[in-house]
């Protein structure tokens, strides 16, 4: 079992720059897929960036690509969403999420574990 807790989040202006982080509990965080997502208001929680075990494979959404990306440190059990040239429409609250798995996943049911969430609200 792994839980996981996000931080990062905050307030910014259109075209700014947040870094969040998402850190995991336990000894096999590299074991873990992990994932990204984001829920707005009144809407659907929605497929980000997803980051193999290892880091090796990526995989965006295309709303982000290119502004945001995924990394993952596993000596230090944390991955991290750089997230570039925000938009008011990247407003939600951001989640990460693990898997054990040695594939990458891009809907919410395939994650068993998952954090509390981190506000981001970006403004125009």
């Known amino acids: 079992q792994v839980q996981l807790v996000e931080s990062g989040g905050g307030l910014v202006q259109a075209g700014g720059s947040l870094r969040l982080s998402c850190a995991a509990s336990?000894?096999?965080?590299?074991?873990?897929?992990m994932g990204w997502f984001r829920q707005a208001p009144g809407k659907e929680r929605e497929f980000v960036v997803s980051?193999?075990?290892?880091?090796?494979?990526?995989a965006y959404a295309d709303s982000v690509k290119g502004r945001f990306t995924v990394s993952r440190d596993n000596a230090k059990n944390t991955v991290y969403l750089q997230m570039n040239s925000l938009k008011p429409e990247d407003t939600a609250v951001y989640y990460c999420?693990?898997?054990?798995?040695?594939?990458?996943?891009?809907?919410?049911?395939?994650?068993?574990?998952w954090g509390q969430g981190t506000q981001v609200t970006v403004s125009s």
């Open positions: 999420a693990a898997q054990e798995s040695s594939t990458i996943f891009y809907t919410p049911r395939r994650f068993d574990y």
């Open positions: 980051i193999s075990r290892s880091g090796s494979s990526t």
């Open positions: 336990g000894r096999t965080f590299s074991r873990y897929a």
